[in-house]
């Protein structure tokens, strides 16, 4: 179900997964009630696999200096707001 709509997808570990093989919903425009994408919800194996990379990543990140991770906590939050009309 895509009206034009980009295709919905979960990030985990720097993985772009679509709804095949989890359950979905479709999401719908609250202004014209036409159907945009389906949403995939994660499943268990998901849940795993992000809580697995997440503490890959947290080593890394207690390691960073306070400095450091200030200056790429500002920096997301930039692109956040640069990206605001997209997101």
């Not at 772009?16 to 194996?45: C, I, Q």
């Not at 795993?48 to 080593?59: F, G, K, M, S, V």
């Amino acid at each position: 179900m895509s009206a034009g709509y980009p295709e919905l997808k979960l990030v985990i570990d720097g993985r772009r997964l679509g709804v095949e093989g989890r359950a979905s919903e479709p999401m719908f425009n609250p202004a014209t009630g036409k159907p945009l994408a389906d949403l995939p919800h994660a499943n268990a194996e998901d849940l795993n696999h992000a809580l697995a990379a997440a503490e890959r990543a947290l080593d890394g990140w207690r390691k960073t200096a306070p400095k450091e991770r200030g200056r790429l906590l500002k920096a997301g939050a930039d692109l956040v707001r640069r990206r605001l009309d997209e997101i």
